[in-house]
Protein backbone atom coordinates (compact mmCIF):
# COMPACT_ATOMS: atom_id res chain seq x y z
CA UNK A 1 0.00 0.00 0.00
CA UNK A 2 2.72 2.43 0.87
CA UNK A 3 4.43 3.87 -2.06
CA UNK A 4 8.16 4.02 -2.50
CA UNK A 5 9.82 6.93 -0.97
CA UNK A 6 12.05 7.12 -3.78
CA UNK A 7 9.30 6.88 -6.33
CA UNK A 8 9.45 10.07 -9.06
CA UNK A 9 7.68 10.94 -11.76
CA UNK A 10 4.41 9.22 -13.30
CA UNK A 11 1.61 9.11 -12.15
CA UNK A 12 1.58 7.99 -8.67
CA UNK A 13 -0.40 6.55 -5.54
CA UNK A 14 0.13 8.88 -2.95
CA UNK A 15 -2.83 11.02 -1.83
CA UNK A 16 -0.41 14.15 -1.59
CA UNK A 17 2.59 14.50 -3.21
CA UNK A 18 5.19 17.46 -2.78
CA UNK A 19 8.32 18.18 -5.07
CA UNK A 20 10.57 20.11 -5.35
CA UNK A 21 8.98 22.84 -2.90
CA UNK A 22 10.96 26.26 -3.35
CA UNK A 23 8.79 29.22 -0.53
CA UNK A 24 10.22 32.92 -0.38
CA UNK A 25 9.41 35.66 1.93
CA UNK A 26 9.48 39.19 0.68
CA UNK A 27 10.91 41.27 3.67
CA UNK A 28 12.15 44.58 3.95
CA UNK A 29 15.41 43.09 4.90
CA UNK A 30 15.71 41.22 1.85
CA UNK A 31 13.72 37.37 0.28
CA UNK A 32 13.47 35.04 3.27
CA UNK A 33 14.41 31.52 1.24
CA UNK A 34 12.16 29.92 3.74
CA UNK A 35 11.50 26.28 1.85
CA UNK A 36 14.20 25.34 -0.18
CA UNK A 37 13.18 22.53 -2.55
CA UNK A 38 11.70 19.83 -0.14
CA UNK A 39 9.95 16.83 -1.32
CA UNK A 40 7.74 14.69 0.37
CA UNK A 41 4.68 11.96 -0.41
CA UNK A 42 1.60 11.22 2.25
CA UNK A 43 -0.75 8.23 1.42
CA UNK A 44 -3.54 7.42 2.62
CA UNK A 45 -3.81 6.64 6.22
CA UNK A 46 -0.61 7.53 7.05
CA UNK A 47 0.94 9.98 9.51
CA UNK A 48 3.80 12.21 8.60
CA UNK A 49 5.96 14.31 10.85
CA UNK A 50 7.79 17.40 9.83
CA UNK A 51 10.58 18.04 12.25
CA UNK A 52 13.27 20.69 12.91
CA UNK A 53 14.09 23.72 14.60
CA UNK A 54 11.74 26.88 14.76
CA UNK A 55 11.99 28.49 11.74
CA UNK A 56 13.07 26.36 9.33
CA UNK A 57 10.13 26.18 7.22
CA UNK A 58 8.05 23.79 9.07
CA UNK A 59 4.94 25.98 9.00
CA UNK A 60 5.79 27.24 5.76
CA UNK A 61 5.29 24.35 4.62
CA UNK A 62 1.79 23.66 6.21
CA UNK A 63 0.42 26.54 4.93
CA UNK A 64 1.77 26.55 1.64
CA UNK A 65 -0.44 22.89 1.40
CA UNK A 66 -3.63 25.08 1.76
CA UNK A 67 -2.39 27.73 -0.48
CA UNK A 68 -2.74 30.24 3.08
CA UNK A 69 0.80 31.95 2.88
CA UNK A 70 1.05 35.04 4.02
CA UNK A 71 0.09 38.05 1.45
CA UNK A 72 4.40 38.47 1.14
CA UNK A 73 4.96 34.59 0.72
CA UNK A 74 5.00 32.82 -2.53
CA UNK A 75 5.78 29.85 -3.88
CA UNK A 76 8.67 29.63 -6.27
CA UNK A 77 8.74 26.65 -7.82
CA UNK A 78 7.68 23.04 -7.35
CA UNK A 79 4.47 21.38 -6.99
CA UNK A 80 1.70 19.90 -4.90
CA UNK A 81 -0.24 17.31 -5.95
CA UNK A 82 -3.41 16.61 -3.92
CA UNK A 83 -5.02 13.39 -6.07
CA UNK A 84 -3.11 14.50 -9.03
CA UNK A 85 -3.92 17.86 -8.85
CA UNK A 86 -1.40 20.54 -8.28
CA UNK A 87 -2.35 22.84 -5.65
CA UNK A 88 0.16 25.08 -6.64
CA UNK A 89 -1.63 26.21 -9.63
CA UNK A 90 -4.95 25.64 -9.01
CA UNK A 91 -7.12 28.64 -9.01
CA UNK A 92 -8.52 30.47 -5.71
CA UNK A 93 -12.04 29.33 -6.23
CA UNK A 94 -10.85 25.34 -6.78
CA UNK A 95 -8.32 25.76 -3.58
CA UNK A 96 -11.57 26.93 -1.48
CA UNK A 97 -13.50 23.56 -2.74
CA UNK A 98 -10.24 21.92 -1.40
CA UNK A 99 -9.22 23.64 1.94
CA UNK A 100 -11.01 22.47 5.00
CA UNK A 101 -13.19 19.96 3.32
CA UNK A 102 -10.13 17.77 1.96
CA UNK A 103 -7.19 19.31 3.86
CA UNK A 104 -7.21 21.28 6.90
CA UNK A 105 -4.74 22.36 9.82
CA UNK A 106 -4.92 22.40 13.84
CA UNK A 107 -3.75 25.63 14.42
CA UNK A 108 -0.59 26.26 16.58
CA UNK A 109 -1.45 27.67 19.78
CA UNK A 110 -4.55 27.15 20.28
CA UNK A 111 -4.52 29.02 23.16
CA UNK A 112 -5.23 32.20 21.81
CA UNK A 113 -6.75 30.62 18.22
CA UNK A 114 -10.15 31.11 19.96
CA UNK A 115 -12.49 34.41 19.90
CA UNK A 116 -12.97 34.91 23.67
CA UNK A 117 -16.01 36.42 23.22
CA UNK A 118 -17.80 33.63 20.82
CA UNK A 119 -19.52 30.59 22.18
CA UNK A 120 -17.17 27.17 21.41
CA UNK A 121 -20.27 26.04 19.42
CA UNK A 122 -20.44 28.90 17.17
CA UNK A 123 -16.95 28.51 16.50
CA UNK A 124 -16.69 24.80 16.02
CA UNK A 125 -19.63 25.70 13.47
CA UNK A 126 -18.10 28.58 11.56
CA UNK A 127 -16.37 26.49 8.59
CA UNK A 128 -19.21 23.94 8.32
CA UNK A 129 -21.37 27.37 7.45
CA UNK A 130 -18.86 28.42 4.99
CA UNK A 131 -17.53 25.61 3.24
CA UNK A 132 -20.95 23.59 3.19
CA UNK A 133 -23.53 26.02 3.08
CA UNK A 134 -25.87 23.88 5.58
CA UNK A 135 -28.60 25.32 7.64
CA UNK A 136 -27.76 26.67 11.52
CA UNK A 137 -29.37 23.85 12.79
CA UNK A 138 -27.47 21.31 11.21
CA UNK A 139 -24.26 22.73 11.68
CA UNK A 140 -24.65 23.09 15.20
CA UNK A 141 -26.23 19.87 15.60
CA UNK A 142 -22.63 18.88 13.60
CA UNK A 143 -20.67 20.96 16.05
CA UNK A 144 -22.06 18.78 18.82
CA UNK A 145 -21.28 15.65 17.42
CA UNK A 146 -17.80 16.59 16.90
CA UNK A 147 -16.87 18.03 20.39
CA UNK A 148 -17.68 14.22 22.03
CA UNK A 149 -16.01 12.98 19.11
CA UNK A 150 -13.07 14.86 20.63
CA UNK A 151 -13.84 13.52 24.13
CA UNK A 152 -16.04 16.87 25.41
CA UNK A 153 -19.86 16.50 26.47
CA UNK A 154 -21.80 18.64 24.19
CA UNK A 155 -23.67 20.27 26.68
CA UNK A 156 -20.52 22.47 26.41
CA UNK A 157 -21.29 24.22 23.58
CA UNK A 158 -22.54 26.98 24.79
CA UNK A 159 -19.76 27.82 27.10
CA UNK A 160 -16.91 30.35 26.22
CA UNK A 161 -13.13 29.92 25.44
CA UNK A 162 -12.13 30.87 28.73
CA UNK A 163 -14.45 28.07 30.04
CA UNK A 164 -12.06 25.85 28.89
CA UNK A 165 -8.44 23.78 29.89
CA UNK A 166 -5.93 24.53 27.67
CA UNK A 167 -6.01 20.81 27.14
CA UNK A 168 -9.65 20.95 26.12
CA UNK A 169 -9.17 24.34 23.64
CA UNK A 170 -6.55 21.84 21.95
CA UNK A 171 -9.47 19.18 21.92
CA UNK A 172 -11.75 22.28 20.32
CA UNK A 173 -9.00 23.17 17.82
CA UNK A 174 -9.27 19.85 16.65
CA UNK A 175 -13.24 19.15 16.17
CA UNK A 176 -12.53 22.66 14.03
CA UNK A 177 -10.44 21.01 11.95
CA UNK A 178 -12.29 17.62 11.30
CA UNK A 179 -15.37 19.98 11.06
CA UNK A 180 -15.48 19.40 7.28
CA UNK A 181 -14.98 15.46 7.39
CA UNK A 182 -11.36 16.57 5.65
CA UNK A 183 -8.82 13.51 3.98
CA UNK A 184 -5.61 14.86 5.52
CA UNK A 185 -5.24 16.88 8.50
CA UNK A 186 -2.38 18.94 9.29
CA UNK A 187 -1.11 19.29 13.09
CA UNK A 188 0.74 21.96 13.56
CA UNK A 189 2.74 22.09 16.72
CA UNK A 190 -0.73 20.37 18.39
CA UNK A 191 0.50 19.89 21.93
CA UNK A 192 3.39 22.63 22.33
CA UNK A 193 2.71 24.34 25.60
CA UNK A 194 0.81 21.56 27.11
CA UNK A 195 1.73 19.89 29.99
CA UNK A 196 2.87 16.11 29.82
CA UNK A 197 0.06 14.59 30.70
CA UNK A 198 -2.33 16.65 28.42
CA UNK A 199 -0.03 16.01 25.68
CA UNK A 200 -0.27 12.32 25.92
CA UNK A 201 -3.93 12.73 25.81
CA UNK A 202 -4.04 14.94 22.61
CA UNK A 203 -1.49 12.49 21.15
CA UNK A 204 -3.57 9.81 21.94
CA UNK A 205 -6.88 11.40 20.23
CA UNK A 206 -5.10 12.32 17.28
CA UNK A 207 -3.61 8.70 16.53
CA UNK A 208 -7.62 7.43 17.62
CA UNK A 209 -8.99 9.74 15.26
CA UNK A 210 -6.39 9.13 12.69
CA UNK A 211 -7.54 5.33 12.91
CA UNK A 212 -11.62 5.70 13.66
CA UNK A 213 -12.00 8.16 10.29
CA UNK A 214 -9.39 7.04 8.22
CA UNK A 215 -7.12 10.04 8.39
CA UNK A 216 -4.18 11.04 7.10
CA UNK A 217 -1.88 13.03 8.87
CA UNK A 218 0.93 15.70 8.93
CA UNK A 219 2.22 16.76 12.09
CA UNK A 220 4.41 19.18 12.42
CA UNK A 221 6.32 19.37 15.62
CA UNK A 222 9.95 20.24 17.07
CA UNK A 223 9.49 17.51 19.70
CA UNK A 224 11.40 14.57 18.05
CA UNK A 225 9.58 12.21 20.93
CA UNK A 226 6.17 13.22 19.91
CA UNK A 227 7.21 12.09 16.09
CA UNK A 228 8.53 8.92 17.29
CA UNK A 229 5.48 8.20 19.11
CA UNK A 230 2.74 8.82 16.23
CA UNK A 231 4.49 8.87 12.97
CA UNK A 232 5.11 5.93 10.13
CA UNK A 233 7.76 8.68 8.54
CA UNK A 234 9.09 11.61 9.51
CA UNK A 235 10.91 14.40 7.55
CA UNK A 236 13.86 16.22 9.26
CA UNK A 237 14.22 19.76 8.05
CA UNK A 238 17.28 22.12 8.48
CA UNK A 239 17.14 25.96 7.72
CA UNK A 240 14.13 25.31 4.64
CA UNK A 241 15.80 22.12 3.53
CA UNK A 242 15.34 18.51 3.80
CA UNK A 243 17.76 16.76 5.89
CA UNK A 244 17.18 13.33 6.14
CA UNK A 245 13.60 11.63 5.35
CA UNK A 246 12.65 8.42 5.77
CA UNK A 247 10.38 5.47 8.17
CA UNK A 248 10.50 6.75 11.70
CA UNK A 249 12.05 3.55 12.67
CA UNK A 250 15.20 3.95 10.52
CA UNK A 251 15.30 7.23 11.52
CA UNK A 252 15.80 7.26 14.93
CA UNK A 253 17.26 3.62 15.02
CA UNK A 254 19.62 4.80 12.80
CA UNK A 255 20.39 8.35 11.22
CA UNK A 256 22.40 9.50 8.73
CA UNK A 257 22.80 12.71 8.41
CA UNK A 258 24.80 14.78 10.81
CA UNK A 259 21.80 16.89 11.94
CA UNK A 260 19.49 14.35 12.62
CA UNK A 261 22.18 12.40 14.72
CA UNK A 262 22.66 15.84 16.81
CA UNK A 263 19.13 15.51 17.21
CA UNK A 264 18.33 12.06 18.07
CA UNK A 265 21.43 12.27 20.48
CA UNK A 266 20.12 15.01 22.13
CA UNK A 267 16.88 13.56 23.21
CA UNK A 268 18.00 12.01 26.70
CA UNK A 269 17.33 8.09 27.02
CA UNK A 270 15.93 6.94 29.90
CA UNK A 271 16.90 3.73 29.57
CA UNK A 272 20.59 5.18 28.95
CA UNK A 273 23.19 6.36 31.39
CA UNK A 274 22.17 9.97 33.19
CA UNK A 275 24.89 12.38 31.11
CA UNK A 276 23.47 15.45 29.92
CA UNK A 277 22.63 15.45 25.97
CA UNK A 278 25.00 16.36 23.42
CA UNK A 279 24.06 19.55 22.00
CA UNK A 280 24.99 20.69 18.27
CA UNK A 281 27.10 24.28 18.97
CA UNK A 282 25.87 27.26 17.23
CA UNK A 283 22.82 28.72 15.70
CA UNK A 284 20.33 28.02 12.70
CA UNK A 285 21.29 30.20 9.98
CA UNK A 286 19.58 33.62 8.73
CA UNK A 287 17.23 32.56 5.87
CA UNK A 288 18.09 35.48 4.21
CA UNK A 289 21.59 34.67 3.29
CA UNK A 290 21.79 31.21 4.38
CA UNK A 291 25.24 29.49 3.60
CA UNK A 292 26.42 28.44 0.22
CA UNK A 293 27.05 24.58 -0.01
CA UNK A 294 24.95 22.82 2.60
CA UNK A 295 23.06 24.60 4.93
CA UNK A 296 24.15 23.01 7.80
CA UNK A 297 28.21 22.63 7.23
CA UNK A 298 28.71 25.55 9.19
CA UNK A 299 27.45 23.34 12.51
CA UNK A 300 28.51 19.79 10.88
CA UNK A 301 31.54 18.39 12.87
CA UNK A 302 31.91 16.71 9.52
CA UNK A 303 32.13 19.21 7.34
CA UNK A 304 34.73 19.03 4.23
CA UNK A 305 35.80 21.23 1.69
CA UNK A 306 32.71 19.79 -0.85
CA UNK A 307 30.19 20.83 1.49
CA UNK A 308 30.66 24.48 1.43
CA UNK A 309 29.96 25.03 -2.09
CA UNK A 310 27.98 22.30 -3.43
CA UNK A 311 24.15 21.65 -2.32
CA UNK A 312 23.81 17.91 -1.54
CA UNK A 313 20.74 16.74 -3.00
CA UNK A 314 18.45 14.24 -1.26
CA UNK A 315 19.32 10.80 -2.32
CA UNK A 316 18.50 7.24 -1.20
CA UNK A 317 21.01 5.65 1.62
CA UNK A 318 20.19 2.53 2.91
CA UNK A 319 16.61 2.76 2.21
CA UNK A 320 15.78 6.47 3.24
CA UNK A 321 16.48 9.96 1.83
CA UNK A 322 19.42 11.61 3.13
CA UNK A 323 21.42 15.22 1.81
CA UNK A 324 24.54 14.59 3.09
CA UNK A 325 28.24 14.18 1.13
CA UNK A 326 29.49 12.05 3.74
CA UNK A 327 27.59 9.06 1.96
CA UNK A 328 29.17 8.28 -1.77
CA UNK A 329 25.61 7.63 -3.43
CA UNK A 330 24.49 11.20 -2.82
CA UNK A 331 24.43 13.46 -5.49
CA UNK A 332 24.41 17.14 -5.64
CA UNK A 333 21.43 19.32 -6.63
CA UNK A 334 22.43 20.05 -10.46
CA UNK A 335 24.10 23.30 -10.99
CA UNK A 336 20.92 24.33 -13.39
CA UNK A 337 18.86 24.28 -10.15
CA UNK A 338 21.11 26.25 -8.78
CA UNK A 339 21.37 28.92 -10.69
CA UNK A 340 17.84 29.13 -11.02
CA UNK A 341 17.86 29.80 -7.53
CA UNK A 342 20.37 32.93 -7.49
CA UNK B 1 -19.06 10.32 13.96
CA UNK B 2 -19.90 8.07 16.79
CA UNK B 3 -19.62 9.04 19.81
CA UNK B 4 -16.87 8.19 22.40
CA UNK B 5 -15.69 6.18 25.33
CA UNK B 6 -14.24 9.39 26.62
CA UNK B 7 -16.48 12.47 27.53
CA UNK B 8 -15.03 14.89 29.71
CA UNK B 9 -17.48 16.36 31.54
CA UNK B 10 -18.46 19.03 34.24
CA UNK B 11 -21.22 19.72 36.73
CA UNK B 12 -22.99 23.19 35.24
CA UNK B 13 -21.87 25.75 37.88
CA UNK B 14 -23.71 28.79 35.61
CA UNK B 15 -27.10 28.36 35.75
CA UNK B 16 -28.23 28.75 31.71
CA UNK B 17 -30.30 32.29 31.98
CA UNK B 18 -26.59 34.12 33.50
CA UNK B 19 -24.75 32.14 30.62
CA UNK B 20 -27.41 34.01 27.81
CA UNK B 21 -25.89 37.41 29.19
CA UNK B 22 -22.29 38.51 28.00
CA UNK B 23 -20.06 41.50 27.76
CA UNK B 24 -16.40 40.56 26.52
CA UNK B 25 -17.14 36.90 27.52
CA UNK B 26 -17.49 37.80 31.00
CA UNK B 27 -20.75 37.42 32.23
CA UNK B 28 -23.13 40.70 32.72
CA UNK B 29 -23.46 39.31 36.08
CA UNK B 30 -19.61 39.68 36.87
CA UNK B 31 -19.64 42.92 35.18
CA UNK B 32 -22.21 44.08 37.01
CA UNK B 33 -20.53 43.16 40.38
CA UNK B 34 -17.75 45.01 39.55
CA UNK B 35 -19.29 48.38 38.95
CA UNK B 36 -21.45 47.48 42.47
CA UNK B 37 -17.85 47.39 43.98
CA UNK B 38 -16.55 50.01 42.07
CA UNK B 39 -17.29 53.33 44.12
CA UNK B 40 -16.06 55.29 41.27
CA UNK B 41 -18.65 54.00 39.17
CA UNK B 42 -21.07 54.02 41.82
CA UNK B 43 -20.71 57.38 42.43
CA UNK B 44 -21.32 58.29 39.18
CA UNK B 45 -24.20 55.98 38.79
CA UNK B 46 -25.92 57.56 41.64
CA UNK B 47 -25.76 60.98 39.70
CA UNK B 48 -26.99 59.59 36.65
CA UNK B 49 -30.08 57.73 38.27
CA UNK B 50 -30.93 60.95 39.90
CA UNK B 51 -30.87 63.46 36.60
CA UNK B 52 -32.19 60.54 34.82
CA UNK B 53 -35.43 60.41 37.62
CA UNK B 54 -35.22 64.25 37.40
CA UNK B 55 -36.11 63.94 33.58
CA UNK B 56 -38.63 61.21 33.09
CA UNK B 57 -40.65 62.63 36.33
CA UNK B 58 -40.43 66.12 34.84
CA UNK B 59 -43.79 66.77 34.29
CA UNK B 60 -44.79 65.76 37.67
CA UNK B 61 -42.36 67.29 39.68
CA UNK B 62 -42.24 70.50 38.00
CA UNK B 63 -45.14 72.93 39.55
CA UNK B 64 -45.31 74.80 36.05
CA UNK B 65 -44.54 74.38 32.04
CA UNK B 66 -40.74 75.38 30.96
CA UNK B 67 -42.48 78.21 28.96
CA UNK B 68 -45.54 78.88 30.96
CA UNK B 69 -45.93 82.34 32.46
CA UNK B 70 -46.83 82.98 36.00
CA UNK B 71 -49.37 85.03 37.22
CA UNK B 72 -49.14 85.24 41.28
CA UNK B 73 -45.60 87.29 40.64
CA UNK B 74 -43.95 89.77 38.44
CA UNK B 75 -40.85 89.28 36.08
CA UNK B 76 -37.43 88.66 37.21
CA UNK B 77 -39.05 88.82 41.15
CA UNK B 78 -36.35 87.04 43.45
CA UNK B 79 -36.93 83.38 44.88
CA UNK B 80 -39.99 82.72 47.25
CA UNK B 81 -41.95 80.10 48.76
CA UNK B 82 -44.29 79.91 45.44
CA UNK B 83 -41.44 79.95 42.93
CA UNK B 84 -38.42 78.60 44.77
CA UNK B 85 -35.97 79.76 42.19
CA UNK B 86 -37.44 82.84 41.11
CA UNK B 87 -39.16 84.32 38.07
CA UNK B 88 -37.58 84.60 34.79
CA UNK B 89 -38.00 87.72 32.60
CA UNK B 90 -40.46 86.51 30.74
CA UNK B 91 -42.10 85.60 33.41
CA UNK B 92 -41.70 81.54 33.85
CA UNK B 93 -40.64 79.56 36.99
CA UNK B 94 -37.46 78.73 36.84
CA UNK B 95 -37.22 76.23 39.25
CA UNK B 96 -39.87 74.42 36.49
CA UNK B 97 -36.72 75.10 33.77
CA UNK B 98 -34.12 73.84 35.51
CA UNK B 99 -36.28 70.39 35.93
CA UNK B 100 -37.75 70.66 32.55
CA UNK B 101 -33.85 71.68 31.16
CA UNK B 102 -32.71 67.87 32.65
CA UNK B 103 -34.79 66.53 29.81
CA UNK B 104 -32.87 68.43 26.92
CA UNK B 105 -29.41 68.29 28.47
CA UNK B 106 -29.81 64.78 28.90
CA UNK B 107 -31.59 63.91 25.48
CA UNK B 108 -29.07 65.88 23.15
CA UNK B 109 -26.40 64.34 25.25
CA UNK B 110 -27.31 60.82 24.77
CA UNK B 111 -28.49 61.13 21.23
CA UNK B 112 -25.64 63.92 19.93
CA UNK B 113 -23.26 60.95 21.65
CA UNK B 114 -24.61 58.05 19.69
CA UNK B 115 -24.49 60.03 16.40
CA UNK B 116 -20.85 60.62 17.34
CA UNK B 117 -20.39 57.09 18.28
CA UNK B 118 -21.82 55.42 15.29
CA UNK B 119 -20.04 57.86 13.07
CA UNK B 120 -16.95 57.27 14.64
CA UNK B 121 -17.16 53.31 15.23
CA UNK B 122 -17.86 53.01 11.61
CA UNK B 123 -14.65 55.18 10.43
CA UNK B 124 -12.94 53.38 12.95
CA UNK B 125 -13.55 49.89 12.05
CA UNK B 126 -13.14 50.73 8.32
CA UNK B 127 -10.09 52.25 8.65
CA UNK B 128 -8.44 50.62 11.16
CA UNK B 129 -9.54 46.60 9.18
CA UNK B 130 -8.94 48.12 5.58
CA UNK B 131 -5.65 49.90 6.54
CA UNK B 132 -3.68 50.77 3.36
CA UNK B 133 -4.09 54.31 1.87
CA UNK B 134 -7.82 53.97 2.75
CA UNK B 135 -6.38 54.15 6.44
CA UNK B 136 -4.06 56.78 5.71
CA UNK B 137 -6.42 58.88 3.88
CA UNK B 138 -9.30 58.54 6.54
CA UNK B 139 -6.73 59.37 9.47
CA UNK B 140 -5.08 62.49 7.76
CA UNK B 141 -8.95 64.01 7.36
CA UNK B 142 -9.17 62.89 10.92
CA UNK B 143 -5.94 64.73 12.05
CA UNK B 144 -7.55 68.12 10.05
CA UNK B 145 -10.48 67.28 11.81
CA UNK B 146 -9.11 67.02 15.26
CA UNK B 147 -6.88 69.78 14.90
CA UNK B 148 -9.31 72.63 14.35
CA UNK B 149 -10.68 73.44 18.13
CA UNK B 150 -14.25 71.83 18.09
CA UNK B 151 -15.95 74.85 19.53
CA UNK B 152 -15.01 77.50 16.94
CA UNK B 153 -16.01 74.69 14.38
CA UNK B 154 -19.57 74.44 16.14
CA UNK B 155 -20.30 77.62 16.10
CA UNK B 156 -19.19 78.56 12.44
CA UNK B 157 -21.61 75.36 11.47
CA UNK B 158 -23.94 76.30 14.07
CA UNK B 159 -23.55 80.04 12.73
CA UNK B 160 -23.86 78.54 8.92
CA UNK B 161 -27.23 76.93 9.87
CA UNK B 162 -29.23 79.86 11.14
CA UNK B 163 -30.47 79.10 14.70
CA UNK B 164 -31.49 75.44 15.09
CA UNK B 165 -33.43 73.08 16.59
CA UNK B 166 -33.74 70.14 18.69
CA UNK B 167 -32.46 67.42 15.70
CA UNK B 168 -30.01 70.38 14.68
CA UNK B 169 -28.00 70.77 17.64
CA UNK B 170 -27.56 66.68 17.88
CA UNK B 171 -26.46 66.39 14.83
CA UNK B 172 -23.92 69.63 15.09
CA UNK B 173 -22.40 68.35 17.96
CA UNK B 174 -22.48 64.38 16.63
CA UNK B 175 -21.21 65.09 13.19
CA UNK B 176 -18.38 67.51 15.01
CA UNK B 177 -17.58 65.28 17.53
CA UNK B 178 -16.74 62.04 16.26
CA UNK B 179 -12.96 61.96 15.42
CA UNK B 180 -11.44 60.83 19.18
CA UNK B 181 -13.86 58.08 19.13
CA UNK B 182 -12.46 56.65 15.73
CA UNK B 183 -9.32 57.28 17.19
CA UNK B 184 -9.63 55.14 19.63
CA UNK B 185 -11.62 52.43 18.07
CA UNK B 186 -9.19 52.37 14.98
CA UNK B 187 -6.29 51.77 17.21
CA UNK B 188 -8.32 49.09 19.07
CA UNK B 189 -8.86 47.36 15.81
CA UNK B 190 -5.56 47.40 14.52
CA UNK B 191 -4.28 45.19 17.65
CA UNK B 192 -7.78 42.61 17.28
CA UNK B 193 -6.60 42.55 13.65
CA UNK B 194 -3.02 41.00 14.91
CA UNK B 195 -5.22 38.52 16.97
CA UNK B 196 -4.40 35.14 16.52
CA UNK B 197 -8.20 34.26 16.47
CA UNK B 198 -8.54 36.62 13.93
CA UNK B 199 -5.84 34.96 12.09
CA UNK B 200 -7.45 31.75 12.29
CA UNK B 201 -11.23 32.71 11.25
CA UNK B 202 -9.52 33.97 8.28
CA UNK B 203 -7.75 30.95 7.47
CA UNK B 204 -10.98 28.83 7.73
CA UNK B 205 -12.41 31.25 4.99
CA UNK B 206 -14.41 33.86 6.61
CA UNK B 207 -15.05 37.15 4.53
CA UNK B 208 -14.46 40.84 5.68
CA UNK B 209 -17.63 41.01 6.60
CA UNK B 210 -17.93 38.42 8.67
CA UNK B 211 -14.62 39.33 10.29
CA UNK B 212 -15.21 42.72 10.75
CA UNK B 213 -19.13 41.88 11.84
CA UNK B 214 -18.36 38.57 13.92
CA UNK B 215 -14.96 38.56 15.24
CA UNK B 216 -13.64 42.31 15.57
CA UNK B 217 -16.76 44.47 16.43
CA UNK B 218 -17.75 42.50 19.57
CA UNK B 219 -14.21 42.10 20.72
CA UNK B 220 -13.85 46.39 20.79
CA UNK B 221 -17.79 47.02 21.97
CA UNK B 222 -16.86 47.37 25.19
CA UNK B 223 -14.21 50.04 24.52
CA UNK B 224 -17.20 51.49 22.29
CA UNK B 225 -19.86 51.15 25.01
CA UNK B 226 -17.15 52.97 27.38
CA UNK B 227 -16.07 55.92 25.25
CA UNK B 228 -19.91 56.72 24.54
CA UNK B 229 -20.66 57.34 27.66
CA UNK B 230 -17.71 59.54 27.70
CA UNK B 231 -19.15 61.40 24.81
CA UNK B 232 -22.06 61.72 26.29
CA UNK B 233 -20.47 64.40 29.19
CA UNK B 234 -18.62 66.03 26.23
CA UNK B 235 -21.93 66.39 24.26
CA UNK B 236 -24.32 68.01 27.41
CA UNK B 237 -20.78 70.84 27.55
CA UNK B 238 -20.68 71.13 23.82
CA UNK B 239 -25.36 71.65 23.89
CA UNK B 240 -24.37 73.91 27.06
CA UNK B 241 -21.90 76.35 25.18
CA UNK B 242 -24.43 76.20 22.08
CA UNK B 243 -27.37 77.14 24.31
CA UNK B 244 -25.36 79.72 26.26
CA UNK B 245 -23.97 81.08 22.96
CA UNK B 246 -27.92 81.54 22.03
CA UNK B 247 -27.04 79.18 18.69
CA UNK B 248 -29.65 77.17 19.86
CA UNK B 249 -33.94 77.81 19.17
CA UNK B 250 -35.45 79.79 21.66
CA UNK B 251 -37.85 76.53 22.86
CA UNK B 252 -34.97 74.29 24.11
CA UNK B 253 -35.11 75.37 27.46
CA UNK B 254 -31.71 73.44 28.41
CA UNK B 255 -29.34 74.39 31.36
CA UNK B 256 -27.11 76.36 29.05
CA UNK B 257 -30.20 78.69 27.91
CA UNK B 258 -31.04 79.07 31.74
CA UNK B 259 -27.32 80.30 32.06
CA UNK B 260 -27.34 82.47 29.42
CA UNK B 261 -30.58 84.32 30.66
CA UNK B 262 -29.71 84.70 33.97
CA UNK B 263 -26.26 86.14 32.44
CA UNK B 264 -28.07 88.06 30.34
CA UNK B 265 -30.34 89.67 33.20
CA UNK B 266 -27.84 90.07 35.22
CA UNK B 267 -29.05 87.50 38.09
CA UNK B 268 -26.59 88.12 40.79
CA UNK B 269 -27.22 92.21 40.75
CA UNK B 270 -30.83 91.72 41.49
CA UNK B 271 -30.62 89.35 44.74
CA UNK B 272 -31.40 85.96 42.69
CA UNK B 273 -27.63 84.23 42.43
CA UNK B 274 -29.29 81.05 42.19
CA UNK B 275 -30.57 81.42 39.06
CA UNK B 276 -26.99 81.48 37.53
CA UNK B 277 -24.98 79.13 39.90
CA UNK B 278 -27.71 76.11 40.03
CA UNK B 279 -27.90 75.38 36.52
CA UNK B 280 -24.50 75.59 36.13
CA UNK B 281 -24.14 73.16 39.52
CA UNK B 282 -26.64 71.34 37.03
CA UNK B 283 -24.13 70.48 34.01
CA UNK B 284 -21.11 70.39 36.02
CA UNK B 285 -22.84 67.17 38.33
CA UNK B 286 -24.21 65.73 35.27
CA UNK B 287 -20.88 65.94 33.35
CA UNK B 288 -18.97 64.85 35.92
CA UNK B 289 -21.50 61.59 36.49
CA UNK B 290 -20.94 61.06 33.09
CA UNK B 291 -17.23 61.05 33.27
CA UNK B 292 -17.17 59.23 36.78
CA UNK B 293 -18.84 56.33 35.18
CA UNK B 294 -17.34 56.20 31.78
CA UNK B 295 -14.09 56.04 33.29
CA UNK B 296 -14.83 53.57 35.97
CA UNK B 297 -16.48 51.48 33.16
CA UNK B 298 -13.90 51.76 30.46
CA UNK B 299 -10.99 50.44 33.63
CA UNK B 300 -13.73 47.02 33.91
CA UNK B 301 -13.91 46.37 30.38
CA UNK B 302 -11.00 47.52 29.53
CA UNK B 303 -8.71 44.37 29.90
CA UNK B 304 -5.49 46.49 29.89
CA UNK B 305 -6.85 49.00 32.94
CA UNK B 306 -8.69 45.81 34.83
CA UNK B 307 -7.13 45.70 38.33
CA UNK B 308 -5.67 42.49 39.07
Not at chain 1, 156 to 172: A, K, T
Not at chain 1, 261 to 283: H, K, M, N, W, Y
Request: hydrophobic share 45%; proline share 5%.
Amino acid sequence: MKSSIHDSGGASLSLLEVKDLVIEYTTQKGTVHAVDGISFALDEGEALGLAGESGCGKTTTALALMRLLPHNGRIIRGSIRFRGKNLVTLSELSIRRIRWKEISIIFQGAMNSLNPIRRIGDQIAEPILLHEGVEKQVARRRAGDLLEVVGINRNRLRDYPHEFSGGMRQRVMIAMALACNPKIVIADEPVTALDVMIQAQILELLERLKRELDLSMILISHDLSVMAETCDRVAIMYAGRMMEYGQTVDIFTGPKHPYTQGLVGAFPDIRGARTIPESIPGAVPSLINPPSGCVFHPRCKFAFDRCTDHIPSPSAVSGRDVACFLYPEVQEVSPRLVEAKL
Amino acid sequence: MGATEVVISRPSVVSPFRAQLTITGRRLGEVWHQILHNKTAMAGLCILIFFVFLALAAPWIAPYGPLQPVNDAPALSPPSPQHLMGVSRLGNDIFSQVIWGTQVSLLVGVLAAIVASVIGTAVGLISGFVGGWVDDVIMRFNDIVLSIPWLVLMIIVAARLGTIDLLGIILVIGLTGWSVTARVIRSQVLSLKERMFVERAKMVGSSNTHLLLRHIFPNAFPLIFANTILTVAISILSESVLAFLNLSVRQNISWGRIVAEAQKNNAMTIGNPGWLIIPGLCIVFLVFGFYLFGYALDEILNPRLRRR
